[in-house]
């Protein structure tokens, strides 16, 4: 996985045009210095070697003035031209020249920004243990500094390297925080990289959907800064993720596109891993010859980076292509080579830490060889001269008493560089355990936000279930009656009908649309009550006047189906709510009761006076509800279902009848028996 180490100022052309006019227009040398910084950094993304020209004007002209900041931004600069273009011996050095210069003059930016990039290299030439050392301390230097933008590339380092080692979840977390600080910040070319991060994670972890939507957003803000290496780097993840999806044609579309822009950067690196990529498309294309010859590309490109691991992953893939091929002599070959690899890669490893530790003990000693032999040179030439001018008893003593201080001074010394050493040793582990802190409180973040937004899925499916009801409740009872029409219509036109019948079907069409427009305003107050909140308005009204509003309203479809409606209340009871929406429950209690009657039989309106609170019963003698759809009557997994004569039913209107007798301090229930009858109840304050 890539790991950028500097976050690039994406600037365009034109920007890079304008500044180059400036500088050719400039007199002043610290001008200059500054103009050249500005073109270096702006050539990051677009042009390396032209990165490396203009930090060499900018490294000479920094010398000249004498700027010892300038001059290790200047090394900083060169390092990253060759880090970009796999030069990465020449980057290690420079950077490493930096880091001293920037010691030198104490510029502690400059300390942490050197052991940042140098944990980049490292990390490329497959040192890992170095490069995560060279990345903590240099994050130890950017708390320090409170500098926000260097402690994200870090964190962002340190997940790249967890991604190498192949523990995705691991990074992620790391990107993770990352996206949420450039976020913060509003770091537009942060929340770019970070966006690819994170799908490089879900790509390798083939949640390759998931991928795609983070390298989708992530291209978006790539291509508007003009990122031409970063947009490489996005469409490298497009081709892995469909070669996981084994869509191949569009997976080798995006790295070829890829793989024309890194060889024009001349990012060898990056060049060798996307012609990795390309063998295995091909390999599962069963494109033999082709694959080979990806990998045979990679190999020698990995050999001139000096990548052991690079040659190791392209010999597994020449050995899968002779193998498929059955060439199993050359399939052997490389086999023989890959092993042979392997153990070369352990045995550097070894050597390369044996040699390490016994160098930095060679260091050691010999710097306290240097150091007492130029202390007895020194004893030895006052010694000389004293003995040339005492005779030869005095000199003798003398040699004595010096021989002691001597052996004092070394006790002396060795006692305080072991304090020092043990101060060191303290301050390093004290620092350590902040770091395990630190981490371990942001596990414990990302955990607490996993389950914040598992809870929150769970609702959101909830949600989407009630909404896929709803529009199918509004789909189903909004097309009938449209239908019906139509063919009512198409009949009438083809002359199929008679005028009674016709006469017939128009009184049972007004019915429909009726209970139709019943729904739409039930619908219209269920909605506004959802998205804009009802304000209830309550005063003091007698619930007799509206049960007999609503009996009057229905007297016709009463007297259609012989039922007979008895309002039971003789006394005047007042109740305190808001009189339309009581209105509209009592209408659409007294609908249901009116479509789920059969004829004859009868609907009882009654009041219960219980101290403050005034009962209403409205029972009914009709066929009941069964005990399936009483769980669910007043939500939307309740099942539609027609009236007695074929009324089309739903429960949208129970729903909203619930809504608003809950918002004026009441409450509703029902209770129904198969084959007797149903009796619904709605309790409200009294008159106030």
């Known amino acids: 996985m890539l790991v950028l180490f500097v976050y690039p100022s994406f600037a365009q052309t034109a920007k890079i045009n304008q500044l180059q006019l400036k500088l050719n227009q400039a007199k002043e040398d610290t001008t200059r210095l500054r103009l050249l910084q500005q073109i270096g950094d702006a050539y990051t993304a677009v042009d390396p070697a032209k990165k490396l020209y203009y930090a060499n004007l900018f490294m000479q002209m920094a010398q000249k003035l004498h700027n010892g900041q300038a001059i290790a931004d200047a090394y900083i600069q060169m390092g990253i031209s060759y880090a970009l273009r796999s030069k990465l011996d020449s980057a290690l050095d420079v950077f490493k020249k930096s880091y001293a210069q920037s010691e030198k003059i104490k510029y502690t930016f400059g300390m942490g920004k050197s052991l940042m990039d ?6 490329r030439l497959d040192n890992a243990k170095d490069a995560i050392k060279c990345d903590f301390d ?23 390297i967890y991604f190498d080692l192949k523990k995705y979840s691991l990074a992620q977390t790391y990107f993770n925080q990352c996206l949420i600080i450039c976020t913060a910040a509003k770091d537009t070319a942060g929340i770019g990289y970070a966006l690819f991060t994170i799908g490089n994670c879900f790509q390798a972890l083939h949640q390759d959907d998931k991928a795609l939507d983070y390298f989708n957003r992530s291209l978006t803000i790539r291509e508007k800064l003009e990122d031409v290496n970063g947009v490489a780097l996005v469409k490298r993840g497009f081709g892995q993720a469909y070669y996981h999806k084994k869509q191949y044609d569009e997976a080798l579309g995006y790295l070829n596109t890829a793989l024309k822009t890194v060889q024009q950067l001349q990012n060898k690196y990056e060049e060798a891993a996307i012609l990795l990529d390309l063998s295995d498309v091909y390999l599962a294309k069963n494109d033999y010859a082709k694959a080979i010859d990806c990998a045979t590309r990679t190999k020698k490109l990995s050999a001139e980076m000096k990548s052991e691991s690079g040659i190791s992953q392209a010999l597994e893939r020449l050995i899968s292509a002779y193998r498929k091929k059955g060439d199993f002599k050359q399939a052997s070959q490389y086999q023989a080579e890959y092993i042979t690899g392997e153990e070369n890669i352990l045995v550097a490893k070894a050597l390369r830490d044996v040699t390490l530790t016994e160098f930095n003990r060679v260091r050691t000693e010999n710097a306290a060889l240097t150091k007492n032999n130029q202390l007895i040179a020194t004893t030895n030439t006052n010694y000389s001269t004293r003995l040339n001018e005492y005779s030869n008893a005095i000199a003798i003593i003398v040699v004595i008493l010096a021989s002691v201080i001597v052996l004092l001074f070394v006790l002396y010394r060795r006692n305080q560089e072991k304090q020092i050493t043990n101060k060191q040793l303290l301050q390093q582990k004290e620092e350590i355990a902040s770091i395990n802190e630190e981490l371990e409180s942001l596990n414990e973040e990302i955990n607490a936000q996993m ?14 279930s009630v909404k896929n009801k709803f529009f199918s409740i509004i789909s189903h009872d909004l097309r009938g009656p449209l239908n019906t029409l139509q063919t009512l219509f198409a009949v009438y036109r083809d002359g199929d009908i008679s005028e009674a019948d016709f006469a017939m079907l128009l009184s049972r069409l007004e019915d429909t649309l009726l209970n139709t427009g019943a729904f739409l305003d039930n619908l219209l107050e269920w909605s506004k009550n959802q998205l804009e909140g009802i304000i209830i308005k309550p005063v003091n009204f007698d619930i007799g006047d509206c049960i007999a509003e609503n009996i009057q309203l229905f007297e016709t479809k009463i007297a259609l189906k012989n039922l007979k409606v008895d309002n039971s209340l003789v006394e005047r009871v007042a109740v305190f709510a808001d009189r339309d929406m009581i209105t509209l429950v009592v209408r659409n209690l007294l609908s249901n009761c009116l479509k789920f009657c059969n004829p004859g039989d009868e609907i009882t309106f009654s009041t219960k006076n219980e101290g403050n609170r005034i009962l209403i019963a409205i029972h009914d003698t009709g066929p009941g509800i069964s005990h399936a759809d009483q769980e669910n009557l007043f939500n939307l997994e309740h099942t539609l279902s027609t009236g007695t004569q074929d009324e089309k039913g739903n429960h949208l209107g129970l729903i909203l009848c619930k809504d608003m007798i809950d918002q004026n301090n009441g409450s509703i229930w029902f209770e129904s028996t198969p084959g007797e009858g149903t009796t619904f109840w709605v309790e409200l304050p009294g008159a106030q």
């Not at 140098?118 to 990390?123: A, H, L, N, P």
Request: proline share 0%.
């Open 118 to 123: 140098m944990g980049f290299v490292y990390d």
């Open 138 to 160: 240099a994050l130890v230097i950017m708390k320090k500094t409170n500098n926000q933008r260097g402690i994200n590339q870090l964190l962002t380092n340190i997940g790249s």
């Open 451 to 464: 389950e914040v937004v598992g809870t929150q899925n769970k609702e959101l499916e909830r949600l989407n």
